[in-house]
């Protein structure tokens, strides 16, 4: 995947370190889910809160994403289409999608941050929902 937000498989707590360390409410990126393998993670940095979208692949390459119910489910041939459709704002995100947070190294080889955000950030261990079988 050769989009310059996408983070690999960047661990929820330095996503949450990216996105929260200017305090800029839109910032974004795109990294693999920890919990639900194949699964991609659109994550979103909002009033001091990172809130966080599942992306799932559909047969023949088209993407659909978990937003807020009662928001219409769409499928998208692309992450690109996907991702320029939630730059909009009221699109079922909590807020539309503003700074893509770019990766600045590879994927493959991302090292824990050392920047720590305990007492910076409001996030608990609770902001996952589990999907059940």
Do not use: A
């Amino acid at each position: 995947m050769d989009l310059p937000y996408y983070h690999g498989p960047l661990s929820k707590r330095d996503c949450e370190t990216l996105l929260l360390k200017e305090g800029v409410d839109g910032n974004y990126l795109l990294r693999d889910s920890e919990s639900m393998p194949g699964v991609l993670c659109l994550c979103v940095s909002f009033k001091n809160f990172v809130y966080t979208y599942r992306i799932f692949k559909e047969k023949h390459g088209y993407y659909n994403i978990q937003t807020v119910e009662g928001v219409k489910r769409e499928v998208f041939p692309n992450l690109n289409e996907l991702i320029s459709k939630f730059e909009k704002p009221n699109q079922g995100l909590m807020f539309h999608l503003v700074n893509p947070i770019k990766r600045t190294r590879s994927c493959l080889r991302w090292r824990r941050s050392k920047i720590e955000l305990d007492g910076i950030y409001e996030n608990s261990g609770s902001d996952y929902v589990d999907v059940l079988p």
